[in-house]
């Protein structure tokens, strides 16, 4: 099975690279899809393409030693499950308990590199290993590292991003760096689930998405596992996820990211490090020490955009990404799609979004277009966060604290989490949950204060569900549904409306949060 590819290079570290197939002398000269990555944005474009053309031959060259796989349960649901000594690691419990692996498709749906130019009925084939070096848009050819040229008709650039490292950490000596590491793929989890077993201390440097999920499951972890382990959570702002929700939420988060044994250090960044025995001492701005085995860097990524610059390709100079038009086309027959594309969007103008539903929106839409569907990009991505099963949000739009917000909240009931989310749709992947389409419940105004945004009613300090509205100009211009699920249809029916609202309470009810 699939789930236990290469066990041997979680033993001998992420150096550790094998390339499949062994030779170049295997990879097709000529294919009709070429895929440049072989991530979420990939996948979805395979899909696409083989829903279109039955008979596609498609080939994936991707830097992984995996096949394609899904990035979000990594720092999340694989963390909570309780049966942490079993066999295959690849595979997790969703919120609701039921299994799934981490992989989008079983081993034996590939065909073989070397396969794939004789198969009859096509197929989608992985080089794996392997890196494409330079393309000639002109010619249509793709170059490995080793010079072996592949000639395509249509190609996908998916090469999504690479994770950011602080130079503090960057520039420190080399016997300081072997304990610090950033965290995106399945080696980096694999590594420090062995990791989180046996070491007393680790840091995790970030308070966004990544740094606060990845603190609330290692202390989650540690209470079945490793009561002795210390997580530090340090960053610059005053909460967590501060640069997404309001202040005030913002702080109440901070607050139950500590009650699951986070330690959460605000307003500090890492000066300084040094070298102890078995650990790193981090120096904070204020002159306080941290010391830990490990310290996980989550302050963001860049966009892999390095083939811009031997293949004569524009790169967007404020958001990043490869510069592509309406129909994600790059240059003629090259398309981009996922983290590393930077689109027009007609609503909020040129961006580029580096969260999963835009990887499989923008990856479906590349792989149609490859096809001849010429469709232009007009989606809403959403995301979600999930800090453990009891708390998550899903969110559209321009979601930035900095915008005035008016939210709408009401009292949380058994139903109103990412756990029953997942247990009501059997699916981990919550840009797939169907909306529900149930009427809008009775008001209950005295569950909200929507003008001050500071939740529930007086006498209650707990935000239990709720819809926070992102204004600018007056106008929505994003939406944070809190722990509200399956409303994400209704959420961009709003931003499509571009109306100003004199009275956002009723804008409120259209996501049923009054119902019990």
């Not at 000639?151 to 300081?176: H, N, Q, R, W």
Request: proline share 5%.
């Amino acid at each position: 099975m699939i789930y236990r590819v290469f066990p041997f290079l979680f033993f001998i570290g992420k150096a550790a690279l094998v390339k499949i197939p062994s030779s170049s002398s295997e990879i097709p000269a000529s294919v009709p899809y070429l895929l440049i990555g072989g991530g979420t944005a990939s996948f979805a474009a395979f899909r696409a393409i083989k829903s279109l053309d039955a008979k596609a031959k498609v080939l994936i060259v991707s830097e992984e030693s995996y096949l394609p796989y899904m990035r979000p349960p990594l720092s999340k649901e694989v963390w909570y499950d309780p049966d942490a000594d079993k066999d295959d690691e690849l595979t997790f419990k969703q919120w609701n308990g039921s299994e799934k692996s981490l992989f989008y498709e079983p081993e034996d749906f590939y065909i073989s590199v070397k396969s794939l130019d004789e198969s009859p009925k096509g197929g989608v084939a992985v080089a794996r290993g392997w890196k494409i070096t330079k393309i000639d848009p002109v010619k249509r050819v793709a170059y490995l590292e080793d010079g072996h040229e592949i000639k395509y008709e249509k190609c996908l650039l998916a090469t999504g991003a690479t994770p950011k490292m602080l130079d503090v950490f960057s520039k420190a000596p080399e016997e300081i760096q072997k304990y610090v590491s950033t965290f995106r793929g399945i080696p980096d989890y694999v590594e420090l689930n062995k990791l989180v077993k046996e070491t007393e201390s680790i840091a995790i440097v970030g308070g966004g998405f990544l740094g606060s999920e990845l603190a609330c499951a290692l202390a989650r972890r540690a209470k079945l596992e490793n009561p002795k382990l210390k997580v530090y959570q340090i960053f610059k702002e005053p909460g967590n996820m501060h640069k997404i929700l309001p202040e005030y939420l913002s702080l109440w988060t901070t607050n139950k990211v500590s009650n699951e044994g986070v330690q959460v250090i605000t307003n500090s960044e890492v000066q300084d490090v040094k070298l102890e025995s078995n650990s790193v001492s981090l120096i904070l701005n204020d002159g306080n020490k941290v010391s830990a085995n490990k310290v996980i860097v989550a302050v963001g990524v860049d966009p892999n955009t390095e083939l811009a610059r031997s293949s004569g390709l524009e790169v967007e100079p404020d958001c990043g990404g490869f510069v592509v038009n309406a129909e994600l086309e790059a240059r003629s027959h090259l398309f981009a799609a996922g983290d590393c594309s930077c689109f027009y969007d007609v609503k909020f103008g040129r961006r580029r979004v580096e969260h999963h539903d835009h990887a499989v929106i923008s990856g479906r839409l590349a792989g149609e277009n490859m096809v001849g569907a010429g469709k232009p990009y007009l989606h809403q991505s959403m995301f979600w966060s999930d800090l453990g099963p009891d708390i998550g949000f899903e969110a559209i739009g321009v979601v930035d604290s900095s915008l005035p917000t008016v939210a709408v909240f009401a009292k949380a009931s058994d139903k109103d989490s990412p756990k029953a989310a997942v247990a009501e749709s059997d699916d981990n992947i919550r840009s797939n949950l169907k909306a529900n389409q149930s009427k809008s419940s009775t008001d209950d105004t005295s569950q909200k204060d929507p003008s001050s945004g500071k939740g529930l009613s007086k006498g209650e300090n707990e935000y239990g569900k709720g819809v926070i509205f992102y204004l600018r100009n007056d106008y929505v211009v994003g939406i944070v549904l809190w722990n509200v699920f399956r409303r994400m249809t209704v959420a961009r029916q709003v931003l499509k409306d571009e109306k100003k609202y004199d009275d956002l309470n009723e804008v409120a009810k259209l996501f049923n949060i009054f119902e019990e």
